[in-house]
């Protein structure tokens, strides 16, 4: 079956120091992948997708994610956090883009001062 | 920049009652999603419409389920009859062909 899972529940991290937020994915092919973000009371808002080619892709607010097939993975990184980034993460893959998505269960990251 | 637009933001209703949660997608999308996320727990695909009818749809959405887009903005669940365990965030989302996800803020349904 297809899973996608966030190894970490919570992560706590000081201000301006770097991140990375994990996930792993089960599927019978490569997948189209997403990270996504939600703060309290917002809906889900997309960071950066991976779809094909280089594997190391951009998103908004100087997130990026690198796609490695042979684990399976598709982390999550920052250089230097914000307080704003306090929110939490959710990894989602998909066998097409316009199909249903799976999600993980969600990073919670705070950012301490 | 266009959003995808809730509404209302907390319903709650009785046990058996029937619900309605209305969505207005990105005007020139062309795909239209519903997941929900039960408190705790993963977000979960429902459904997904194309061309006025459904195109996939998970174990979760069941006869008391059901989706419409009843004009050319709007696109809506209904829970026919509404029980305990379908107490949760309802996310709406649409997308152009073979593009990402934008998301709705949520409904978060409470059923008493």
């Known amino acids: 079956a297809q899973s996608v899972t966030q190894p970490d529940i919570h992560i706590t991290v000081s201000e301006g120091a770097s991140l990375e937020l994990r996930c792993n994915y089960s599927?019978?092919?490569?997948?189209?992948l997403f990270w996504y973000v939600q703060s309290p009371g917002q809906g889900l808002q997309l960071l950066l997708k991976y779809f094909s080619g280089d594997t190391l892709v951009q998103g908004i607010k100087g997130f990026e994610a690198e796609f490695k097939r042979s684990q399976s993975s598709f982390n999550l990184r920052k250089p230097s956090v914000h307080w704003s980034d306090a929110a939490e993460y959710f990894c989602a893959a998909g066998n097409n883009a316009g199909n249903m998505l799976t999600f993980g269960g969600g990073t919670r990251l705070m950012v301490k001062p | 920049e266009p959003e995808v637009t809730q509404t209302p933001s907390h319903q709650v209703t009785q046990m058996g009652q029937e619900v309605i949660l209305r969505c207005v997608p990105i005007?020139?999308?062309?795909?239209f999603y519903w997941y929900r996320q039960i408190l705790g727990q993963k977000v979960e695909f429902l459904v997904s419409f194309y061309n006025n009818e459904i195109s996939e749809k998970s174990e979760i959405f069941d006869d008391q389920f059901s989706v419409e887009r009843p004009d050319g903005s709007n696109f809506t669940l209904k829970i026919r009859s509404t029980k305990l365990e379908d107490s949760a965030m309802y996310f709406c989302?649409?997308?152009?062909?073979?593009?990402?996800?934008?998301f709705g803020p949520g409904t978060r349904l409470t059923v008493l």
């Open positions: 599927y019978g092919a490569t997948p189209y």
């Open positions: 005007s020139n999308h062309l795909y």
């Open positions: 989302a649409s997308s152009e062909q073979y593009n990402e996800q934008f």
